[in-house]
């Protein structure tokens, strides 16, 4: 089994910046990838960036110039860098691990843009 934590988000005002974070424990060795994704309010719950553990990255088309995923390997936590924040971002970011059979998926944490 894998856990997975998030913290970093809040309420900033558009053009703001947040760092979530996403610590994973347990069976860390069965992941290949980790990454975000956000779900709004009747909206379809959809990725907004992945890292693998080779450092590959992959993002949104919407989050693309403003958004960065980095990752610590040794403190098995992935970072999401938000920048340039707009109201259509805010949503409940969701912090997933994939692996070879498993996906693990943390409780969320509301990222609230607005002024």
């Known amino acids: 089994q894998v856990q997975l934590v998030e913290s970093g988000g809040g309420l900033v005002q558009p053009g703001g910046s947040l760092r979530l974070s996403c610590a994973a424990s347990?069976?860390?060795?069965?992941?290949?990838?980790m990454g975000w994704h956000r779900q709004a309010p009747g909206k379809q719950r959809e990725s907004v960036a992945v890292?693998?553990?080779?450092?590959?990255?992959n993002y949104a088309d919407a989050v693309k110039g403003r958004f960065t995923i980095s990752r610590d390997n040794v403190n098995n936590t992935v970072y999401l860098q938000m920048n340039n924040l707009k109201p259509e971002d805010t949503a409940v970011y969701i912090c997933?691990?994939?692996?070879?059979?498993?996906?693990?998926w943390g409780q969320g944490t509301q990222v609230t843009v607005s002024s």
């Open positions: 890292i693998s553990f080779g450092g590959s990255t």
């Open positions: 997933g691990g994939w692996g070879m059979r498993n996906t693990y």
């Open positions: 347990g069976s860390i060795f069965s992941i290949n990838a």
